[in-house]
């Protein structure tokens, strides 16, 4: 493992291994000749930081080759080999590649900055991946193309009267209402989470509606078979129905573009040329790791992903580049299998865990654990053991190990929080709402247990690193002040009067030599930002800025030695001109060196 740091202490990049591609060999060979050319950083004012990969969005041919995941060779992969493979491993993960200087991730075909730069409207967020995209009409006609009427899910592919294509869903009978409410409830959250997902909505609709497409096969038993009302009947017969006998199921719109399967966790392309930071390394798909926890998404498998390639013309052979999504969220919110062990089990231990197998055999069983007392709450088997009091969003464990959530941080696992923290409660139920949840209770305990786990993801990572985010340069009454805003006190997990704050600087005077320097007064700022005094120097000019990191520390309450400072970096170009080049979230409170 290699690292690299330039003299500016905000300039930071980790090589994990061998760069596998020209273009990341270009990089690292790039910031060595940076590295070199800037010792006295005060004369090389960094550039803005990267918000757009535009090299990610680079168009190239031909068209990657269609990837198949064989299901059962994954399964066994991460579930046996790869954890002895990690057993015997001596290069433990390193914190993520593609982060800029501010701690956040740049735009790209993997992820989109939404609620990541503050809240969304209600009303975007609500729209979600379907944006201003008309619903399907429940009037019809819907033409089936082809079916899958076995599963747990059983599903069609119909398209509609205006020859859009969709994946036509329903719901297990003994859960009636969870997997079509999860698949949007889910695709919602992720989209707002900044990740692109297929717009999901719930449907009721009359079965006259339907009309069997010529030409239309159904998969039984993995062959292709022509289609009839005697092969579907079995999937209505599981689907929820109303009272008025319309059917309940999620239409799921096809994502633009031409599927090449799915993405993998780990690793990179080798026919995609814009492919090349290693997906275990992007902190977006570790950082899903807390937003899998949060509804417990424990299939967050590469099977439910799908990679699109989007071609710039609608010739064959036009070139284009490759966009990922997550799909498929209808295992989350409470699902239940057959074995009710391992339904017990799933939030809190993987489908064959080997290190609570040997324990537990070791032992005896005596070591307690969660899903020993595991219990349905009001909504029954319909929401299963999904809930709030066994949640330890530390200890989340997916259906088995996912290669980008074992690489995650705490910096990777409390970016995606600071990042949950803009839904709101109301936010929360509004997406409950969309889901269109008939049964009362139902609805109730989902609004319930999702507002309750989001509060402990925040409760805990805002204690491991820095709630405290967006930092910006404020002038007020003539004074150049440092502000961020405090997530805690924006959730309202802990009042203004209850939340001590302190400030610290440090001032470059040359070469390698950091001295300390003196904060101006501490002001809260409503509706929830903390503002400091910045540390001024009489000689900066925008030809020869001078350089100050400052720390702001947010604590809970007057007791805590915990809490962890947000870390600013800043150029003084005047005598209330400041610019914030680089952010960190230190994980002690250990005083910078210019040597970092």
């Known amino acids: 493992m290699l690292r690299l740091r330039a003299s500016a202490p905000a300039l930071t990049v980790t090589i994990h291994s061998a760069p596998r591609s020209p273009r990341l060999w270009l990089g690292a060979l790039a910031l060595l000749l940076t590295v070199s050319c800037a010792r006295d950083y005060r004369r090389f004012p960094m550039e803005e930081p990267m918000w757009r990969d535009e090299e990610d ?45 501010m701690d956040e991730v740049p735009d790209s075909s993997w992820y989109t900055n939404r609620m990541s730069r503050g809240p969304l409207s209600r009303a975007e967020l609500l729209a979600g991946p379907c944006g201003d995209e008309p619903p399907l009409d429940p009037t019809g ?6 079916a899958k009427p076995n599963g747990a899910n059983p599903g069609f592919i119909i398209e509609d009267a205006d020859g859009r294509a969709f994946l036509l869903k329903f719901d297990s009978p003994n859960q009636p209402e969870r997997a079509t409410s999860a698949d949007v409830m889910g695709s919602l959250m992720y989209w707002g989470a900044g990740f692109s997902t297929p717009c999901n909505r719930v449907v009721f609709f009359d079965r006259d509606i339907l009309q069997i497409d010529e030409g239309a096969t159904a998969e039984i038993a993995g062959e292709e078979v022509p289609m009839s009302w005697g092969i579907l009947e079995p999937a209505f017969e599981k689907a929820t129905q109303l009272a008025d006998g319309r059917f309940r199921g999620t239409s799921s719109q096809f994502l633009p573009g031409r599927p090449i399967g799915p993405w993998r966790y780990e690793g990179t392309r080798d026919d995609d040329p814009n492919d090349v930071v290693p997906h275990q390394e992007r902190r977006e798909l570790r950082g899903g790791y807390t937003l899998a926890s949060w509804i417990n998404h424990f299939d967050a498998r590469e099977q439910n992903t799908l990679a699109m390639f989007i071609p710039e013309s609608d010739a064959d052979d036009a070139p284009g580049y490759v966009q990922h999504n997550y799909i498929d969220f209808g295992d989350s919110f409470g699902s239940l299998w057959a074995w009710d ?5 799933l939030g809190h231990s993987s489908y064959f865990d080997m290190k609570h197998l040997l324990i537990d055999f070791v032992t005896f069983g005596v070591i307690d654990r969660p899903w020993y007392h595991a219990e349905y709450g009001e909504a029954g088997d319909t929401l299963g053991y999904f809930g709030v009091s066994r949640f ?22 409390a970016w995606m929080a600071r990042i949950l923290a803009s839904f709101s409660p109301d936010d929360i139920r509004a997406i409950v709402d969309a889901a269109s949840v008939q049964d009362p209770t139902v609805d109730s305990e989902l609004k319930r247990i999702l507002v309750g786990r989001h509060e402990r993801i925040l409760r805990y990572w805002f204690r491991e690193l820095s709630a405290l985010t967006r930092p910006q340069v404020v002038v007020s009454d003539g004074e150049a002040m440092l502000c961020a805003e405090d997530l805690v006190v924006m959730r309202d997990l802990l009042p203004w009067g209850e939340r001590p704050y302190w400030a610290r600087a440090w001032h470059h005077v040359g070469g390698d030599d950091l001295e300390t320097a003196e904060t101006g007064r501490l002001v809260r700022r409503r509706p929830h930002h903390i503002c400091a005094g910045l540390p001024s120097s009489a000689d900066a000019t925008p030809a020869d800025p001078d350089y100050f990191i400052v720390d702001l520390q947010a604590m809970w309450g007057a007791d805590d030695d915990r809490s962890r400072p947000l870390r600013v970096h800043l150029y003084q170009t005047g005598a209330v001109d400041y610019r914030v080049v680089g952010v960190e979230r230190p994980y002690d409170l250990d005083a910078p060196s210019a040597r970092d």
Do not use: C, H
């Not at 064989?70 to 993520?96: K, S």
């Not at 006609?141 to 082809?146: D, L």
């Open 57 to 101: 969005f680079r168009a190239f041919g031909p068209m990657p080759e269609e990837y198949f995941s064989p299901f059962a060779w994954d399964g066994a992969d991460q579930m046996l080999f790869r954890p002895m493979a990690r057993f015997f491993a001596v290069d433990p993960a390193g914190e993520a590649m593609n982060v800029n200087a």
């Open 141 to 146: 006609p819907w033409k089936i193309t082809s």
């Open 341 to 345: 062990g391992i339904s017990r089990r």
């Open 392 to 413: 330890d969003p530390g200890e989340y464990q997916p259906g088995y190990p996912n290669p980008a959530f074992l690489a995650a941080s705490d910096r990777d696992k």
